[in-house]
């Protein structure tokens, strides 16, 4: 058993509140040392046998006799799905590789849960239903044959690695752009919200565009006492791992890796679970690389699980859409989430928080500390209630228009966003250092950020947003017209801010706009030092 209070007070981050922590604990799995040779029950290692039915004999056998170690020794496995079930520790040695065939007649369509929602969808590879004190532990692969399912975007690929695709098969959409494994893909891809439960879809209407409903590599659903060390998991179809409404929940020393190109390739997606420890893992995905999420619109409100009491720390993240996110799939909410020594390099976004209205929950009590980006395409710091299901970097030529700015009633679809303590980060190279964006009838709220040297193009936004306080931030910034720009914002404060020159200091605009505070910091290095626009007051404006 895991003492996350000891952890956290181990991390020395007790001044953004961490001493206020809860209590709570993991449970790692233990399990008997008797061990199930997936050889003894059939299997053969020539990357040709289809060996599912000897490894998931395997897994049964050893559950039914009290659990163990199902082993995957050296060797080339090909697999179809397979099953993992309590008391299992499905172990793969170093030289092992369990590849997942690219046969779909082998995955059955099954209802699960896709991006927060009750949906039909392809059998995952390796799945776990209700399981209890299970792991996949070791230091081998598995493989899940991911290049065999997804569609993929001729921007995102080499003129060579395009023409090789196109040669190697599948389907090119009408307008040229997209590459498909196969017409039933492409006829998927037509269909809003395909395989969605409550759209009416059934398993006979799926039926006709089953290949579009790609599978998670790994998903654990409702499993207690869940462990994943050591492994690589590579190649997922889409999301890489994804642990489901889990309790006590430990990843340690895992390796999750997808193409960068790779569409919905997520790292890991942690759900509605409760009670989990991720460190020391490695994450280079063609989405989100670590990422948490509680169900979607009014089905994850209606769940109504948070995900709550977490630890990342000391894993690497590089190519991703952000390093560590919250979103935006979050309706059941998201709480008590300890974020510390973490390295992002090369991702679309640092830290990246994300939703939109429609999404309700309220994401609260984030504590992040001791973070390193490097090579951020976008902003390093990132707070957007107007997330729109897009890359968060456009492509070359891309155009996109501004959110329209309008008030709605605030009900239990309106999203909050509130009490984060983000803490020492150094980023080297991003687009923009801060983006906070809130919605007007639902501002970001109690934002502190502080002790940060952040070189980046662009300074800092906030916009729709209260009590946003940010100390002691170094910004090396080559366009600094303004430096700090509010909008529609009130209780702003800017505490010992560091910089080398600026056109403006601080622009305020927006006739909604309150107190916005400029303290400690030399205002002369700027030509001007307050601009205001919009309706916005300069008497609300303090700089001293």
Not at 276 to 285: A, G, M, P, R
């Amino acid at each position: 058993m895991i003492d996350l209070k000891k952890i956290l007070f181990g991390i020395s981050i007790c001044s953004l509140s961490f001493a206020n922590a809860q209590n709570f604990k993991i449970t790692q799995p233990t399990f008997k040392k008797d061990t199930f040779n997936i050889v003894k029950y059939g299997a053969v290692a020539d990357g040709v046998t289809l060996n599912s039915k000897a490894i998931q004999a395997a897994i049964d056998a050893c559950n039914k006799k009290g659990g163990g170690v199902v082993l995957v020794p050296g060797g080339f496995w090909s697999t179809g799905p397979i099953e993992l079930k309590s008391n299992v520790n499905l172990h793969i040695k170093r030289d092992a590789v369990l590849q997942f065939t690219d046969d779909f007649n082998e995955y059955k369509l099954i209802q699960t849960n896709w991006e927060g929602l009750d949906a039909y969808r392809n059998q995952s590879p390796l799945s776990a239903v209700n399981a209890v004190n299970i792991a996949v532990t070791g230091s081998g692969i598995v493989d899940g044959n991911g290049d065999a399912w997804r569609m993929v975007k001729k921007d995102k690929l080499t003129s060579s690695q395009w023409k090789n695709k196109v040669a190697s098969g599948g389907v090119v959409s009408e307008d040229g752009k997209t590459w498909y494994p196969s017409a039933k893909s492409v006829k998927g891809n037509s269909i809003k919200n395909p395989g969605v439960v409550a759209n009416g879809a059934t398993l006979k209407d799926v039926e006709e565009y089953k290949d579009f409903l790609r599978p998670n590599l790994v998903v654990l659903t409702s499993c207690k006492n869940v462990l994943l060390d050591g492994v690589t998991f590579q190649n997922s179809p889409a999301w890489n791992l994804h642990p489901l409404m889990c309790d006590n929940l430990t990843v340690r020393n895992v390796y999750a890796k997808n193409p960068w190109y790779a569409q919905n390739g997520d790292g890991i997606d942690i759900e509605s679970c409760k009670n989990f420890l991720i460190e020391n893992s490695t994450f280079d995905v063609g989405d989100d690389g670590i990422c948490i999420k509680s169900g979607r619109d009014a089905e994850g409100r209606k769940r109504a699980m948070p995900t709550e009491n977490g630890i990342i720390r000391n894993c690497i993240v590089y190519h991703a859409h952000g390093g560590f996110v919250i979103g935006s799939e979050m309706s059941g909410g998201a709480k008590n989430l300890y974020v510390s020594n973490c390295t992002f390099v090369g991702t679309d976004i640092g830290l990246r928080f994300k939703t939109t209205r429609g999404r309700g929950g309220v994401v609260e009590k984030i504590y992040v500390n001791n973070i390193r980006m490097k090579d951020i395409a976008g902003e390093a710091i990132l707070f957007d209630m107007y997330y729109a299901a897009k890359d968060p970097v456009p492509m070359a030529g891309e155009k996109r228009e501004l959110p329209k700015v309008e008030f709605k009633p605030v009900d239990e679809t309106t999203p909050v966003f509130k009490d984060f303590y983000v803490k020492d980060v150094v980023c080297n190279g991003a687009e923009k250092a801060i983006f906070i964006r809130g919605i007007p009838e639902m501002h970001i709220k109690n934002i502190n950020l502080e002790n940060m040297t952040l070189q980046a193009k662009k300074g800092i936004d906030i916009q729709e947003a209260t009590g946003i306080n940010i100390k002691n931030i170094n910004i090396i910034s080559k366009e600094n017209n303004p430096l700090l720009y509010v909008l529609n914002s009130d209780g702003v404060v800017f505490d010992k801010i560091q910089y080398k020159a600026a056109d403006v200091l601080v622009q305020v605009e927006g006739e909604r706009s309150g107190a916005t505070k400029v303290l400690n910091t030399d205002a002369s290095k700027a030509k001007k030092k307050v601009a205001v626009g919009f309706g916005a007051k300069e008497e609300n404006i303090t700089i001293q």
